[in-house]
Nanobody, 115 residues
Framework: QVQLVESGGGLVQPGGSLRLSCAASGSIFTIYRMGWYRQAPGKQRELVAVIFTGGVTNYADSVKGRFTISRDNAKNTAYLQMNSLKPEDTAVYYC?????????WGQGTQVTVSS
C-alpha cells in the first residue's frame, strides 16, 4: 500500500547535475530511513546514500563530496542532488524506504552520463 514515485532521471553531460526525488504515499508509518541505491549493467545493486530519521547521512565513497541526500519529513520525500556527474555514475537509481512496518522500493529511474 506504499508507493514510491521517483523523478528527475535523464541524460546529462559529464560534469553536469541532476536532482532525483522520491515521494512516498499510501500507508506510511514512521520512516526510519530513506536511501538511494543504484545498479549498473553487470554489477550488483549498491548503496549510494542513506538518511536516517535524525538527519544522519552516509554515502558511498565513490559519491562522497559530489552527491547530497536530503529529506522533507513533512512531505515524506527524499532527494538526491548529484553534482559533478561522471560516466561511471550511469545506472538505474532506486529509492528505498524503511518504516517500522515494511521496506519499499521505487520503480527505478535511469541516469545516463554521457557526452
Amino acid at each position: 500500500q506504499v508507493q514510491l514515485v521517483e523523478s528527475g532521471g535523464g541524460l546529462v553531460q559529464p560534469g553536469g547535475s541532476l536532482r532525483l526525488s522520491c515521494a512516498a504515499s499510501g500507508s506510511i508509518f514512521t520512516i526510519y530511513r530513506m536511501g538511494w541505491y543504484r545498479q549498473a549493467p553487470g554489477k550488483q545493486r549498491e548503496l549510494v546514500a542513506v538518511i536516517f530519521t535524525g538527519g544522519v547521512t552516509n554515502y558511498a565513497d565513490s559519491v562522497k563530496g559530489r552527491f547530497t541526500i536530503s529529506r522533507d519529513n513533512a512531505k515524506n520525500t527524499a532527494y538526491l542532488q548529484m553534482n559533478s556527474l561522471k560516466p561511471e555514475d550511469t545506472a538505474v537509481y532506486y529509492c528505498n524506504m524503511a518504516t517500522v512496518a515494511k521496506e519499499s522500493w521505487g520503480q527505478g529511474t535511469q541516469v545516463t552520463v554521457s557526452s
